[in-house]
């Protein structure tokens, strides 16, 4: 039994018989030659959309997407191009699959007043069939409805279930043949999903699909499969007459907005610009081994050994943006967000407030759950609602966990590929397997050729110790140190060693240290040494003013009797004169000149 | 169901296609032999209804639907898969 979801107003015989025929309606298709379906990646992949006008097949397994794609194909039409559409249900109440499809931000209910129109053309089990049957009923009522409401897109999902109701193979062609003039004559978009069970080589063979697969001219194939035990959906155009394609197999996810089909950087496609400014790594000193910081849109990779503070030194770089102002995201495999930024205040690195005041967004991926595309795909989608420019993944090599390496692979590369396209600045860690990676060129993903600037981390054993090594094996672009610096984490932060070298190694740890030791004894002896010098010839220097002292006193004093000396001197001489003088007075005599001379002899 | 109870059908065909030719042809017959003189037949074309079609939700022609006695019968195709037919319309021994 057939019911209609959406009773029209029985305006009977507003159109004349002639309008409805089949034939009469011809219309040209306007504009591009390309419906846009709106689904990121699928347009790329197929040029612009379904072919306009034309007939499109889609075919899919059980959950694969196809009714999903469908929807999306016509809302987009409808709310985003002002081309209404019609969605012809054969499987599903037209209520559920708008529900289905009610998180995906698509108005569908807003649309669905006049824009969007759904048709419940289920059979319904009870159907009682009597013979033969054909579908020119419902081609003749969807054609007045199209022209009522100017459609130009219908999609009819999952016509198999009719088609099976069919008692043979001529029967069933010859109603996919009536399907497609009326769709040819009505000069709609339309899109037809059918359930087909894949094999490995995308053919199906169901009777009756070949003929509509060589009939329409679009085809598209979904498949969901297991990789690993890791589910993978794909997606692949098998032809599309009149226009050029993306032959491979894509991957896609059904993510929070619909589809999103994954495609790597097309060929043609604008270089993104890039940028000379310079972003600090959060450590003062490996900024200036980089002679300036990492590049502003970079792609930094970090690779190491467990517990060679990866994850600190993404950190630091998390903590310096996040000082600049900028909005970070964080995307942590290995462990929770609260964890990471305990961890990290141990060494200084304080995320917590930037968290509270929204600049700083931790994600946990351990939640996270699916293939590497659909973890891409979770993370893209966060970044863009962050509004993030500096990004951290710890570690990204987790991706090849999930599911086969060379679709992770793919993966990496599409993530760099972005990043570097919306222009943020991504450091990447990656795990170094201490039993299967032997080399230090190989990384888990074979990423490091993509990096741009490419820090390793490795522990060097040392005198019975291991200690932390840090150098940078490359970075495009920017002169840098080629040295094996220590790196040296503390409660007050993390910073590198001054290097110390000897017979050809570098000084690490403990060695360091006694030679730091070792240098500071020397310099404090060498003081000590010097401070005694100087206390002796101070000494010295004050006898000498001593002794100075006392001669000038004595000159004084040497003075002073030479002026005593004379002064008694001619006392005596006056003394002398006088007594001379008064003796004479008393004599009466006149001078005696030669006696006094006789006397001075 | 009652043998003296009028049955009331509607039978939506497309044009003159064969296959709707052939359904009027045996909806007629079997009224005949089974429900003689208490029966009214009603045929829509649906390229020249649609919109009947589409109120109806009749999507696949033929189809016949017996609308009294209620609740409606809906049977698609020719109908000349006789016994079938009696059984759904609760005619006759379908062995018959």
């Known amino acids: 039994m057939l019911t209609c979801a959406v009773s029209l107003p ?26 846009a379906t709106g689904i990121t990646g699928f347009d790329e992949v197929t040029g612009g959309g379904l072919p306009r006008g034309r007939t499109t097949l889609l075919l899919g397994g059980p959950g694969s997407g196809k009714t999903i794609f469908a929807l999306q194909f016509l809302a987009y039409g409808a709310g985003n191009l002002a081309e209404p559409g019609i969605f012809v249900a054969f499987e599903e109440t037209p209520a559920r699959i708008v529900a289905n499809c009610a998180n995906f931000g698509w108005k569908l209910e807003e649309l669905k007043e006049r824009r969007l129109f759904f048709v419940d053309a289920q059979p319904l089990p009870d159907l009682i069939q009597a013979g033969t049957f054909d579908i020119s009923g419902m081609l003749a009522a969807l054609g007045v409805k199209a022209r009522k409401m100017k459609a130009q897109r219908i999609v009819f999902d999952a016509l198999d279930v009719v088609l099976a109701l069919l008692p043979d193979a001529a029967a069933k062609r010859a109603e996919l043949y009536r399907l497609h003039m009326w769709l040819v004559a009505q000069g709609l978009t339309g899109l037809i999903t059918a359930k087909a069970d894949d094999d490995q080589h995308n053919t199906f063979s169901t009777p009756g699909y070949g003929f509509l697969q060589y009939m329409v001219d679009c085809s598209i194939v979904l498949n969901h499969r297991l990789e690993l035990g890791v589910s993978q959906r794909n997606l692949r155009v098998q032809k599309y007459r009149g226009s050029r394609f993306i032959e491979d197999e894509s991957p896609f996810v059904i993510g929070k907005q619909g589809f999103d089909v994954a495609i790597a950087r097309t060929l043609g496609r604008k270089d993104t610009e890039v940028s000379a400014e310079r972003v600090s790594s959060g450590i003062e000193r490996l900024d200036t081994m980089l002679g300036g910081g990492y590049y502003r849109g970079a792609t930094v990779l970090i690779t190491g050994y467990p517990g060679t503070a990866k994850t600190t030194l993404s950190g630091a770089f998390a903590e310096a943006a996040c000082l600049r102002g900028e909005r970070t995201m964080f995307v942590s495999f290995d462990s929770d967000g609260s964890e990471v930024v305990r961890n990290l205040t141990s060494v200084g690195i304080q995320l917590g407030r930037f968290i509270k005041d929204g600049r700083l967004r931790m994600i946990s991926a351990r939640t996270l759950t699916g293939s590497a ?8 989608a966060l970044a863009k609602e962050h509004g993030a420019r500096c990004m951290v993944i710890d570690p990204v090599s987790t991706l090849s966990r999930a599911g ?10 599409r993530l760099m590929d972005w990043s570097k396209a919306s222009g943020t600045t991504l450091v990447c860690t990656s795990l170094h397997d201490e039993l299967s990676a032997n080399a230090e060129g190989v990384t888990a993903l074979h990423i490091s050729t993509m990096a741009d600037t490419w820090l390793h981390l490795n522990y060097l054993v040392q005198a019975g110790e291991r200690n932390r090594g840090m150098s940078i094996i490359k970075s495009r672009g920017t002169a840098h140190s080629n040295q094996v610096r220590e790196l040296v984490l503390s409660s007050e932060g993390v910073t590198i060693a001054d290097t110390y070298t000897a017979g050809g190694e570098v000084l690490m740890g403990a060695m360091r240290w006694e030679k730091e030791t070792a240098m500071r004894l020397a310099n404090e002896d060498a003081e000590v040494a010097d401070e005694l010098k100087r206390v002796s010839l101070d000494a010295q220097e004050a006898v000498l003013q001593v002794r100075a002292k006392s001669l000038q006193t004595e000159l004084v004093a040497k003075a002073v009797e030479k002026t005593l000396l004379a002064r008694a001197n001619a006392n005596r001489g006056w003394a002398q004169k006088r007594g001379a003088d008064r003796m004479r007075e008393l004599r009466g005599a006149d001078v005696a000149v030669k006696p006094r001379a006789a006397r001075k002899k | 169901m009652k043998r003296a109870e009028v049955c009331k059908f509607r039978l939506f065909i497309a044009d003159h296609t064969q296959n709707s030719a052939q359904a009027v042809a045996n909806l007629r017959r079997l009224c005949q032999v089974h429900l003689a003189g208490r029966h009214t037949i009603e045929i ?20 016949l639907v017996r609308y009294v006695p209620g609740p409606d019968v809906r049977i698609v195709g020719t109908l000349n898969q006789t016994p079938t037919v009696l059984l759904a319309l609760g005619l006759g021994d379908p062995a018959a």
């Open chain 1, 373 to 380: 595309e659909s973890l891409m795909v979770h993370i893209k």
């Open chain 1, 10 to 35: 029985a305006r009977l015989g507003d159109l004349p018989p002639a309008e409805l025929s089949m034939k009469t309606r011809l219309q040209a298709p306007s504009g591009s030659s390309k419906a």
């Open chain 1, 404 to 413: 086969n390496e060379l679709t992770a692979h793919g993966v990496a590369e």
């Open chain 2, 44 to 63: 829509i074309d649906v390229l020249r209804e649609p919109e009947r079609a589409l109120a109806a939700g009749v999507f696949m022609t033929p189809t």
